[in-house]
Each structure stands twice: as structure tokens, then as C-alpha cells.
């Protein structure tokens, strides 16, 4: 009887820690899921205005101002927190002031440089391709890594949970993706499945996404079982353990800044004169460069179209 009472209260203990270690990982995942839901996957396409949308000075008032486009790759107001801090240094380099001119989708980004609405625009290495093709856009400059190389690559990602380790355990399951004008989502379905041996109808489901943050989510919260996104997000994760790369695409040019074939020169130099005077390793650029979007605190180098010619051989 007395063995029996001290190992009825040993269980209560065990079972008392165990009940309070599952409370604490449900309350640091909820945490996490609210505070990644609230400041990264905001898709309404409502955002509030933040210190990156300071009202301009009066000396850069009276410049004429200069738009350029972006294609939706993230929700707006990632894309405006991150973007429209370089294009306020920018204005404060050159004679221009430049805004940020949002797009609802791939597409609508080239048609507005196209159309003379923008004067450049951050396009994806895919979408850049094609608008090469069809408009003779051009590219100009290209971000820099942190390696300090104008190379980036796609992961395909799971939870450190999953039974999920190689890309053939995608068989029966299900699979978001990110637009289907990226480079990320045709270089899994197109350049990798035919390598396995795996067919799209092998899949339980496969669905693209409009942000690669909502990509993300709907992995981490587990509605899908992998997911294809951008390595550096991944790495820039607040809970980066809780993810596991399961394939590396080969590096691939970071994606360009671009031009229609009439820019105005004026522009454009001004564009790149204050862009490649960024220096990652300068600590006094570290500091003007901690608002910006992650993809270009490292710098920028010139840009030619011959640099995606890599990207042409995996096709589409």
C-alpha cells in the first residue's frame, strides 16, 4: 500500500509537468501563430502607415516624384514596411521623390511599368523573364545576399514534426505553393518532380498562394504538409526551429530591379547611383539599411539579362 501511494504520487507529478510543458508549447505556438498572422499575413490589403511614410521634407516636396512598382509577392503592408524605407532614402540621394506603387498581382506590375505609370520595378526573376520576352524590359540591378553574392535560392519546407523527409514522401500529401508566376513554384513542379519521378496527380493536393508568407502559415498552422518559399524568409523566421528544409534548389540571380526599353536615363542613373553606394559591410549603411526589407540590407550590383540565362534553361 505505501509503494502504491508513492507511486500514485509520482504519476501526479509526472502528469502535473507534462499537463504544464503541453500548456506552455499550445500558449508559445498561439503566440507565435497570432503574432505571424498579425504582422505578416495582413493580405486585406489594408495597412497602417508607419515611420517608413514619414511626410517628406520640403526641399523633397518639390522634386518631381517618380513611381515604382512591385510585384505582390508579400501582403502590402510587408511590402510597404520594407519597401518604401529604400525609396525614401532614395529620394534623399538623388533629385527625385520616389513612392511605391503596389500591383494586385504578378502581371499588373509589368503592365504599369509598360504602361509609363512606373519608372522601374522590383520584379521576380520568372516574371522577369517573360516581360524580357514579351516588352524588352531590362534589368538594372540585382540584390546582394548575405554572403555579400547576387544569389538566392527555394527551399521546400515542412514542420520539425513531420514524417516528411525527402521530396518522394510528397506522395499523398498536400502542398501549397506560392504563385504560380514564380520562380519558386515552377521550379518544384517543373525542374524537381520530373527528377523524382513524381507526378502532380501523385499529390493528396496542391494549391498556390498569392504571398509566400501565406505559404507559411498554412504550413505551420498544418493545413498543408510542405510548402516552397523563399530561403531567407524561412531563415527570418521568429520560430525558425519549428521548420525543416527538405530540398535546396540550386542558387539562382536575386531578382531584379527593372525598366521598360524606353526608360528615361536620368532616372535610372540616379537609381543606381544611390543603390550601389549601399555597402552591407559598412556599419554606418547597416543603420540606414535596418528598415528595409531583408532582401537588400546586404547592397546592390549591376544587373544584365544575361545573368538569367540559368533561369531560361530550367524553362517552364
Do not use: C
Not at 513612392?99 to 504599369?112: H, I, N, P
Request: proline letters at 6%.
Amino acid at each position: 500500500m505505501y509503494l502504491n501511494k508513492i507511486d500514485f504520487s509520482r504519476l501526479k507529478m509526472i502528469t502535473k509537468k507534462l499537463v504544464t510543458v503541453l500548456i506552455l508549447m499550445f500558449v508559445t505556438a498561439s503566440v507565435f501563430t497570432v503574432l505571424f498572422y498579425k504582422y505578416s499575413l495582413n493580405i486585406s490589403g489594408e495597412y497602417k502607415v508607419s515611420n517608413a511614410a514619414v511626410p517628406p521634407s520640403e526641399a523633397d516636396l518639390k522634386k518631381p516624384l517618380v513611381y515604382i512598382g512591385v510585384i505582390s509577392r508579400y501582403p502590402p503592408n510587408i511590402i510597404y514596411r520594407g519597401y518604401q524605407p529604400l525609396l525614401n532614402y532614395m529620394t534623399s540621394k538623388t533629385g527625385y521623390r520616389f513612392e511605391l506603387k503596389l500591383s494586385t498581382d504578378y502581371s499588373e506590375a509589368v503592365r504599369m511599368l509598360i504602361n509609363g505609370e512606373t519608372a522601374a520595378a522590383f520584379l521576380g526573376s520568372y516574371v522577369y523573364l517573360d516581360a524580357h520576352k514579351q516588352y524588352g524590359v531590362l534589368p538594372i540591378l540585382k540584390p546582394l545576399n548575405e554572403n555579400f553574392e547576387p544569389y538566392s535560392r527555394t527551399v521546400l519546407f515542412t514542420k520539425r514534426s513531420s514524417n516528411l523527409y525527402n521530396l518522394k514522401d510528397l506522395k499523398g500529401r498536400r502542398l501549397a505553393l506560392p504563385s504560380k508566376e514564380s520562380f519558386s513554384a515552377n521550379w518544384l513542379i517543373r525542374h524537381e518532380f520530373p527528377k523524382y519521378g513524381i507526378n502532380y496527380s501523385d499529390l493528396a493536393s496542391a494549391d498556390n498562394f498569392p504571398h509566400h508568407q501565406s505559404v507559411i502559415y498554412q504550413v505551420y498552422n498544418s493545413y498543408y504538409d510542405a510548402g516552397v518559399t523563399r530561403e531567407f524568409l524561412v531563415k527570418n523566421l521568429p520560430n525558425r526551429d519549428s521548420i525543416r528544409v527538405i530540398l535546396y534548389s540550386d542558387p539562382i540571380p536575386t531578382s531584379p530591379i527593372v525598366v521598360a526599353p524606353n526608360f528615361d536615363a536620368s532616372i535610372v542613373s540616379a537609381i543606381k547611383k544611390s543603390l550601389m553606394d549601399v555597402n552591407g559591410r559598412n556599419p554606418a549603411y547597416q543603420i540606414i539599411t535596418k528598415e528595409w526589407d531583408s532582401e537588400f540590407i546586404y547592397g546592390f550590383v549591376e544587373a544584365s539579362d544575361s545573368d538569367y540565362n540559368i533561369l531560361r534553361q530550367i524553362g517552364k
